[in-house]
């Protein structure tokens, strides 16, 4: 008699510890999808001001000329779409098109590339025009 009241008590406390450990897990992943949940609606408060704008930001497509105009467009679309920095470079690599494709492609294939900042580098030494001075030594004048 006395060693089923020590089985039941044994039995009993590990019910009652198996029960707390599924409450603090409970409890546990309910505070990460509440933190979770903070970071989307914070991500919501800082995105575009109206989703519905009759007028999308876009920046157009590169095809190896403007290449100043292209990137200077293409940080204006992640500043505006609050898009991150892992993602700035995949996004850009949609616009672009014939030479300017072809080039990165081979960048891609043979791992020579970084992030955007770097890739924006990249760009400004294959695709800088020859003879042409720039824009801003144009404006100075």
């Known amino acids: 008699m006395e ?42 408060d800082h995105g575009p001001a109206n989703t519905t704008l009759r007028h999308r930001p876009e920046f157009g497509r590169f095809y190896g000329a403007n290449q100043e105009a292209w990137i200077f467009q293409a940080e204006r679309y992640f500043d505006f779409y609050r898009i991150e920095l892992d993602e700035q470079l995949t996004v850009a690599s949609f616009y672009l098109d014939g030479e300017a494709l072809e080039w990165y492609r081979w960048l891609f294939r043979n791992k020579q590339l970084v992030d955007w900042p770097h890739f924006a580098d990249k760009v400004r030494i294959r695709f800088k025009q020859k003879g042409l001075e720039s824009a801003e030594g144009r404006l100075a004048k």
Not at 15 to 43: N, P, T
Request: glycine residues 2%; negative net charge; without cysteine.
């Open 3 to 44: 060693d089923q009241k020590v089985l039941k008590a044994f039995i009993d406390d590990s019910i009652r510890g198996s029960i707390q450990d599924v409450k603090d897990s409970f409890s546990k992943e309910i505070a990460e999808m509440r933190e979770l949940l903070k970071e989307v609606i914070v991500r919501q």
